[in-house]
T-cell receptor, first 113, second 111 residues
């Protein structure tokens, strides 16, 4: 399978803990995107990278959130001091370029107790 | 501003056509997309249309774009039970790479 992969698929954590998610894009895709989807809503943009550079961040991305793409391939999204409001599906997508279609991974579902 | 709206539910009989509607507010949209999401899964790209087109057909799917009214629709011909899912429209606005999604339309297909 050469699609976008995400790990883990599910994560349950206690409030206050840190969590880290990983996304592996389709190979040779230089753009990588993170979105968050809460129950009953459409995905909301968080941030995106072109290669290693983080080009845009949403106001939704508070200072507890940090995303990296150190070698321009996989990316990690870390949430520090998780809150119950962080419970959501975190979706990753990749594209070949800015005008190209974004292909989504299966998502990581986070539940903060 | 950036706002994409969809009706929440649609119920159709198997074999009938489904039409899912979407309205958006940003006139500088470059591309408009339709994605499908099955329970607990990620988003599957169905089709997309460039903003200077008014129609695109892809097998059972027909996309209509009325740029003047900022209205997008997805018609699914011969709807099957496997089409039951949530359908999201999304726009890409000029000057940014992010997608703006609607709230999704839940399509239920009954026999």
């Amino acid at each position: 399978d050469t699609g976008v992969s995400q790990d883990p698929r599910h994560k349950i954590t206690k409030r206050g803990q840190n969590v880290t998610f990983r996304c592996d894009p389709i190979s040779e895709h230089n753009r990588l995107y993170w979105y968050r989807q809460t129950l009953g809503q459409g995905p909301e943009f968080l941030t995106y990278f072109q290669n290693e550079a983080q080009l845009e961040k949403s106001r939704l991305l508070s200072d507890r959130f940090s995303a990296e793409r150190p070698k321009g391939s996989f990316s990690t999204l870390e949430i520090q001091r998780t809150e119950q409001g962080d419970s959501a599906m975190y979706l990753c997508a990749s594209s070949l370029g800015g005008l190209e279609t974004q292909y989504f991974g299966p998502g990581t579902r986070l539940l903060v107790l | 501003g950036e706002d994409v709206e969809q009706s929440l539910f649609l119920s159709v009989r198997e074999g009938d056509s489904s039409v899912i509607n979407c309205t958006y507010t940003d006139s500088s949209s470059t591309y408009l997309y339709w994605y499908k999401q099955e329970p607990g899964a990620g988003l599957q790209l169905l089709t997309y249309i460039f903003s200077n087109m008014d129609m695109k057909q892809d097998q059972r799917l027909t996309v209509l774009l009325n740029k003047k009214d900022k209205h997008l629709s997805l018609r699914i011909a011969d709807t099957q039970t496997g089409d039951s899912a949530i359908y999201f429209c999304a726009e890409k606005v000029m000057g940014t790479d992010k997608l703006i999604f609607g709230t999704g339309t839940r399509l239920q297909v009954f026999p």
